[in-house]
C-alpha cells in the first residue's frame, strides 16, 4: 500500500534538506523523486534552491514525464528520464536520489574504483558500487549508462557527475549516499595520511556474502 502523497512530500522535502545541509548536493543541484503509484511519481523540479523548497514544490509526472500536478511552470528535473529508468528497471524500489557528494566525485575524477575493501559496513550494506561512464547530464546516454547497472546495483557512481541511490524508501537511499561519501572521505584521509591497508581478503569475502544474504533477504 502506498503512502498518502502529503506524507511522501513530507519525506521528500525532510531527505532534501538532509542532503543539502551535509554538502551532498549544492545549491539547486540534484533531484528525489519518489513512486507515488503504479503510475505517477513525486519530484523535485528543475531549478529550485534546495534549501528553500516546501511540501507544495514538488511535483507529480507520469511515465513520459508529464507534469499532472505541479505550480505553474513547475517542470521536472532535466534527470527525469534517468529516475524513471531506475523505477522501470526495479518495480521493487521507491525512491531515487541523486545527488552530487564531492568526495564520491573526486573518486570518480581521479579514476579510482569505489573503495570496498576498507570499512566493513560498505560491502555489507551496500555491496560494490560501480562507476557509470560519463554521459552529459540530462542526456539519453545518460540514461543508458545507468540502465544497465542499476539492474544488479541499488547504488551507482556517476563519472565526473555525481550519484544515484535507489532503495525501497526514501531514508533507504540516504543512508546509502551517507554511507558512500564517508567511505570516499575515509579513503581521501587515509590516503593523505600513508599507504592504504585493505581489509584482510578473507574478510572482504565473508563480508561480502553476508551483504548479499542480507539484501536478498530483503528483497524477498
Ligand atoms: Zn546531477
Redesign the pocket.
Known amino acids: 500500500m502506498y503512502a498518502s502523497e502529503y506524507q511522501l512530500r513530507q519525506e521528500l522535502i525532510r531527505v532534501t534538506r538532509i542532503v543539502t545541509e551535509q554538502g551532498l548536493v549544492c545549491s539547486s543541484?540534484?533531484n528525489i523523486s519518489m513512486r507515488l503509484d503504479d503510475n505517477h511519481f513525486l519530484m523535485t523540479p528543475t531549478g529550485l534552491y534546495k534549501m528553500g523548497m516546501a511540501t507544495e514544490d514538488p511535483i507529480v509526472v507520469n511515465w513520459e514525464g508529464g507534469v499532472v500536478k505541479g505550480k505553474p511552470g513547475y517542470q521536472p528535473t532535466s534527470?527525469f528520464k534517468m529516475h524513471l529508468e531506475v523505477y522501470r528497471q526495479r518495480p521493487d524500489l521507491n525512491a531515487v536520489l541523486?545527488a552530487?557528494p564531492p568526495y564520491c566525485i573526486a573518486l570518480t575524477v581521479a579514476n579510482i574504483p569505489f573503495p570496498t575493501m576498507l570499512v566493513p559496513e560498505v560491502l555489507m550494506a551496500i555491496g560494490e558500487v560501480p562507476t557509470a561512464p560519463y554521459a552529459r547530464?540530462g542526456t539519453a546516454d545518460l540514461v543508458s549508462s545507468v540502465s544497465d547497472l542499476i539492474v544488479d546495483h541499488d547504488s551507482i557512481l556517476l563519472s565526473h557527475?555525481?550519484s544515484v541511490n535507489a532503495s525501497e524508501t526514501l531514508e533507504g537511499a540516504l543512508i546509502a549516499l551517507e554511507r558512500m561519501e564517508h567511505t570516499a572521505k575515509i579513503y581521501y584521509l587515509a590516503s593523505s595520511m600513508g599507504e592504504l591497508v585493505p581489509l584482510p581478503a578473507d574478510e572482504i569475502q565473508a563480508l561480502k556474502t553476508m551483504g548479499e544474504t542480507r539484501r536478498d533477504k530483503a528483497a524477498i
Open positions: 543541484d540534484g534527470e541523486h552530487h547530464p557527475h555525481g
